[in-house]
């Protein structure tokens, strides 16, 4: 531990110590083999190591400092409090025993209740020390942080009764793998108010193979749970931790505003279903920023909720800022805009994305029934290795969350930009597959460069229009036409 998180916190050192530690850790773990088993922490790659901004430091009581900001950061997102927590507590003052066998659920609930009493008078903060904390689910409290020391590992339990049944989502209707209600999320929050998750790379294992073999073998009953879900919340900062193992979607802000997750690792086997990164869901200013992940699912996955009760609530998703994130997942996207977009998503950045061994770099998803929108997308600085289809617009999997969903709700798309993209070792060519009765209009790419491809391969583009200049291999004819409203710069 001692070695890796110097690794990501030693940018500045000379390269020979960092080749020295690359050796060490070379000597002392095997190549990754992915399996139907959890990570650990030291499944990281070295090479992505690199992207990971330093670690926080300081007294380990303190509240964290505000962070320094990186060039181009969106992290002004998220409005920090002027003054640090006013009560600080351990885990351990409410009778935690940190042995990764004593349940501390009820540790947990103790401690957010005394938090309570400050959320009004300065705040407070809870410390997880060093140690191995296994609990069930727990709430947080506004103006809270949750602050993880090094070497603290909290430990989601392997009893589903210590995951709660709560309602679903009004924007969903049902739990969005079963009928009814859905499992709480490990980290939970509704209606609050200036919370920070964060520490000196704690982690926070969802220990979740249990719930995945339960969708494997068809036994699940209810909806898995998140690792961390926060519902109805605003100013929210998550950073400067690990998340592993979540037994589905990570991190799932929903009906929420001003978001930063940055400075994160979160990682799953490959294999594991539906382990999305970060899945920002009809919210608004979420700023992603210096991640790496690994997943069975999408690295990120912007949503705004399903079919007809998505459109009833009429919640977007907008004002969403993606940089720097790498990763890979070979069943899925870098970043997917949908399947479930009937709340409507736009105003989507994304920048600097690095994307290998995965089954497309960047996917715009979406169903008739959905209704809704997606708009006025921007990706620009994209770089992908062995991706099989680089950019990828179709529809989802044709999943509706009842019958009573209407064949009629068609989805616009619209006005996406798609800038400075190399694509090596590419697999197949881009697959843009429009509605026919809803075509996806002003698709504009410039500076696309897509190596690997046989000469003999042509893009499958169908109902699109659009435009294109500096493409290569050429495009479909309908991104040449140019009667899209973006034009190409002279």
Not at 81 to 98: H, L, Q
Not at 145 to 162: C, M, N, R, W
Not at 449 to 462: D, I, K, Q, T
Request: hydrophobic share 35%; with cysteine.
């Amino acid at each position: 531990m001692d070695v890796l998180n110097r690794i990501k916190g030693g940018l500045s050192r000379p390269v020979w110590v960092s080749v020295l530690l690359v050796l060490t850790m070379m000597a002392l773990f095997k190549s990754l083999e992915i399996k139907r088993e959890s990570y650990s922490i030291f499944s990281i790659p070295l090479d992505f190591i690199s992207g990971r901004v330093g670690l926080m430091s300081g007294r380990i009581s303190s509240p964290p400092p505000t962070p320094t900001l990186p060039r181009g950061s969106c992290s002004d997102f998220f409005r920090a409090m002027p003054e640090g927590r006013k009560m600080v507590k351990s885990i351990r003052d409410f009778g935690g025993v940190g042995d990764g066998k004593t349940s501390n659920t009820q540790a947990f609930k103790r401690a957010i209740q005394f938090m309570e009493r400050f959320k009004a008078t300065g705040g407070s903060q809870l410390v997880v020390p060093k140690g191995r904390w296994l609990t069930g689910s727990f709430n947080l409290t506004s103006n809270f942080t949750l602050f993880l020391q090094h070497g603290a590992v909290i430990l989601g339990s392997q009893d589903p009764k210590e995951w709660p049944i709560i309602e679903a989502l009004p924007s969903y209707g049902r739990g969005r793998e079963r009928l009814g209600a859905r499992h709480i999320s490990l980290i939970h929050g509704n209606g609050l108010s200036n919370v920070v998750i964060t520490g000196e790379n704690g982690t926070v294992d969802g220990q979740g193979k249990m719930w995945w073999e339960l969708w494997w073998n068809r036994t699940l009953v209810y909806t898995r749970g998140h690792l961390v879900e926060l519902i109805n919340s605003q100013n929210i900062l998550i950073q400067d931790l690990t998340f592993l193992n979540s037994p589905f979607w990570t991190i799932h802000p929903v009906y929420c505003r001003n978001i930063v997750i940055r400075n994160m690792t979160i990682l799953a086997p490959l294999d594991a279903p539906n382990t999305d990164g970060i899945d920002p869901d009809s919210s608004l200013n979420v700023c992603i920023e210096d991640c790496y992940i690994e997943s069975g699912d999408d690295l990120i996955a912007v949503k705004s909720g399903w079919d007809q009760y998505g459109m009833k609530m009429a919640r977007p998703s907008s004002n969403i800022i993606v940089r720097r994130v790498k990763g890979t997942t070979p069943t899925c996207s870098g970043v997917g805009i949908g399947s479930e977009m009937s709340g409507g998503v736009s105003n989507v950045i994304i920048e600097d994305l690095y994307v290998r061994d995965s089954a497309a770099g960047l996917r715009i998803k979406t169903d008739i029934g959905r209704g809704g929108y997606i708009a006025n997308i921007t990706i620009n600085n994209m770089r992908m290795e062995r991706v099989k289809v680089p950019i990828r617009f179709s529809s989802g999997a044709n999943d509706h969350p009842d019958e009573r969903w209407d064949p009629k709700a068609l989805p616009k798309v619209r006005g996406i930009l798609i800038t400075n993209v190399v694509s090596l070792e590419s697999k197949r060519p881009p697959l843009l597959e429009g509605l026919e009765k809803a075509p996806f209009e002003d698709i504009h790419m410039k500076n696309i460069s897509l190596f690997g491809l046989a000469p003999s391969v042509r893009w499958n583009c169908e109902f699109i229009s659009g435009s294109s200049c500096s493409v290569f291999p050429a495009p479909c004819s309908q991104l040449l036409k140019n009667e899209s409203t973006f034009q190409c710069p002279n």
